[in-house]
T-cell receptor, first 111, second 115 residues
Framework: GENVEQHPSTLSVQEGDSAVIKCTYS??????FPWYKQELGKRPQLIID?????GEKKDQRIAVTLNKTAKHFSLHITETQPEDSAVYFC??????????FGPGTRLSVLP | GAVVSQHPSRVICKSGTSVKIECRSL??????MFWYRQFPKQSLMLMAT?????????EQGVEKDKFLINHASLTLSTLTVTSAHPEDSSFYIC???????????FGPGTRLLVL
């Protein structure tokens, strides 16, 4: 089955700097890769997603890149703000199958 | 995005009692709902997949007789923790999958504390 790894487990950046979180997956058949943001005690919220037929997707300060050959995808947050502080989860899915989540990255944006 | 509600948000119960958690999709029909458990500072752990009108599929290591799941309609799934024990204390989150999209929409979660 699918296995998703995520790095780093914790990340601290200065406000205004960029943050990058990387995930690798094992099943080359996976074709959908969402990213979720979870603030303390709250539900995970979808922030961006990418499908396997696309190499990059951007939404304001957030972007996701996908390298199907290497089987990894990354979340990029530019101009970080304190409210970006949260735990971020990546996931890899083959349509119709269960989501497999990464272990999460705790991002702290320091003012 | 779609809205998923979960009730109750927090419950404290005595050891040995049963607790029912409801998960509802408010503005869409969810053919599939998922139940997750999340321990502090850890990722989401899938417990079971619930399909409307059929038996839930449990992940390895999850006791189906302890965690009863009922997906009675396209908008409601329930998780009942039977004979709860302190080790069942956790954050339980449901999610719903629409028939048209691949994205899961999460409920707000239920924090269970078993004394």
């Amino acid at each position: 089955g699918e296995n998703v790894e995520q790095h780093p487990s914790t990340l601290s950046v200065q406000e205004g700097d960029s943050a990058v979180i990387k995930c690798t997956y094992s099943d080359s058949a996976s074709n959908y890769f969402p990213w979720y943001k979870q603030e303390l005690g709250k539900r995970p919220q979808l922030i961006i997603d990418i499908r396997s037929n696309v190499g990059e997707k951007k939404d304001q300060r957030i972007a996701v890149t996908l390298n199907k050959t290497a089987k990894h995808f990354s979340l990029h947050i530019t101009e970080t703000q304190p409210e970006d502080s949260a735990v971020y989860f990546c996931a890899a899915i083959l349509y119709g199958q269960n989501f497999v989540f990464g272990p999460g990255t705790r991002l702290s944006v320091l003012p | 995005g779609a809205v998923v509600s979960q009730h109750p948000s927090r419950v404290i119960c005595k050891s040995g009692t049963s607790v029912k958690i409801e998960c509802r999709s408010l503005d869409f029909q969810a053919t599939t709902m998922f139940w997750y458990r999340q321990f502090p500072k850890q990722s989401l752990m899938l417990m079971a997949t619930s399909n409307e009108g059929s038996k839930a599929t449990y992940e390895q290591g999850v006791e189906k007789d302890k965690f009863l799941i009922n997906h009675a309609s396209l908008t409601l799934s329930t998780l009942t923790v039977t004979s709860a024990h302190p080790e069942d204390s956790s954050f339980y989150i449901c999610s719903a999958l629409t028939s048209l999209e691949e994205t899961q929409y999460f409920g707000p979660g239920t924090r269970l504390l078993v004394l």
